[in-house]
């Protein structure tokens, strides 16, 4: 079982920047690919970046490439997500997910998930 606390969401202006963490609960964090995936309101859940247990690849949507960066440190069992230029469609509860084996794309293949950070873009 592991168990994952996503941090750092908030609200700001268009053009602003937000880093979401999502701390894990097990020491093997290092074993698992991590996802982020977002939820907007009246919106089925979205994927957004993955990346490998060793950091060796990455996965991300087309709608955030150039924008946002995921990255890992085992050490501090812990995930990032680094939003940059941030656009008020990016509004949306943010979800760190983890699975065993590779990173995906899809939400079915992972098996834990937080419980989200809300993430609001001004216009």
């Known amino acids: 079982q592991v168990q994952l606390v996503e941090s750092g969401g908030g609200l700001v202006q268009a053009g602003g920047s937000l880093r979401l963490s999502c701390a894990a609960s097990r020491r093997t964090f290092s074993s698992y690919a991590m996802g982020w995936f977002r939820q907007a309101p009246g919106k089925e859940r979205e994927f957004v970046e993955a990346i490998s247990w060793s950091s060796d690849m990455t996965v991300y949507a087309n709608s955030v490439k150039g924008r946002f960066n995921i990255s890992r440190d085992n050490a501090k069992n812990t995930l990032y997500l680094q939003m940059n230029s941030l656009k008020p469609e990016d509004t949306a509860v943010y979800y760190c997910?983890?699975?065993?084996?590779?990173?995906?794309?899809?939400?079915?293949?992972?098996?834990?998930w937080g419980q989200g950070t809300q993430v609001t873009v001004s216009s």
């Open positions: 997910a983890a699975r065993i084996g590779a990173p995906k794309d899809e939400a079915g293949l992972y098996d834990y």
